[in-house]
């Protein structure tokens, strides 16, 4: 605890000590080492699936705590490999990629076919693998946002990946597309007991009003995650809030007063909240991404993104640039603080 304090200086106690007076902590289903049992026991997840969630809630250091660190490195497409890769060369060789994963300790990876598929054999049986199966590809010009699939989800399955993910981004004008191919892939994979993973994005130029960026607000991603939940997402991946009343600042859509008066504050625990409150008051976990690599800052804007995403009622980070742009020894210690997080059983619930 207090390398963490130390981390978050002198936002300790504003962070720490936040007490919620919004949606209550006892309406969360809240991460334990029972969470498969009491989230999915109920419900239409087959057996396959739930032992799939198994592998993913009991690998790495924080196995069979309810929650997750997963090492996310799929960047070098949309972002491009250069710009994803060059500030440590080494992970231009997706095996490195595998031993980060491994070596700092993580749930899982995520990653590409062709990184996973390049150390099946090796590694598949060692660390689950999540295959990212589709991308934004920013090669093509002009530059466009949409999401497309780069292969089946029977390949993800064959080259033993224990769980698929996928982005979606809603609000753009191919969302409609990319929901009904993403609920298909979904259904897909449940049937072949592999797991799922939405990251659930928004992306519109709409989102943007009067200088104001509400594409991190937490009305509209909560929303996001509802969608997301429905098409049945095991786990969902989000950012973390930066900011509130998108719908009444894009003025579509509808939404209800209580929801800024009542169910939120300006506090970003409270904003963390309510995402999880969409994701069906976090019977489907929710995690938040890491961003991207600040240099310095990194450990503490991880350790402060962590105790938001804990304190709300999150089950992890999905932390990959702050992590992989850095030497090994050095991403692997910013995953295990970020595990710390998790592991400090004083970091309770707000």
Known sequence: MSKITELLGDQADYYLNHESKTISKNHIHLPGADFIDRSFGPGNRNPQVLRSLGQLYGTGRLANTGYMSILPVDQGIEHSAGASFAPNPAFFDPENIVKLAIEGGCNAVASTYGVLAANSRKYAHKIPFIVKINHNEFLSYPNKFDQIMFGSVDEAWNLGAVAVGATIYFGSDESGRQI????????????????????????????????????????????????????QADIIKQKLPTNNGGYNATKHGKTHPKVYSELTTDHPIDLARYQVANCYMGRQGLINSGGESKGATDLAEAVTTAVINKRAGGQGLISGRKAFQKPMNEGIALLNTIQDVYLDNTITIA
Do not use: P, S
């Not at 892939?185 to 449940?190: D, N």
């Not at 509209?220 to 995650?225: E, H, I, P, V």
């Open 180 to 231: 009904q191919e993403v609920a298909a892939a979904f259904e897909r994979a449940h049937e072949l007991g592999m797991a799922t993973v939405l990251w659930c994005y928004l992306r519109n130029n709409a989102f943007k009003v009067y200088g104001v960026d509400y594409h991190a607000a937490a009305d509209l991603t909560g929303q996001a995650n509802h969608l997301g939940v429905t098409i």
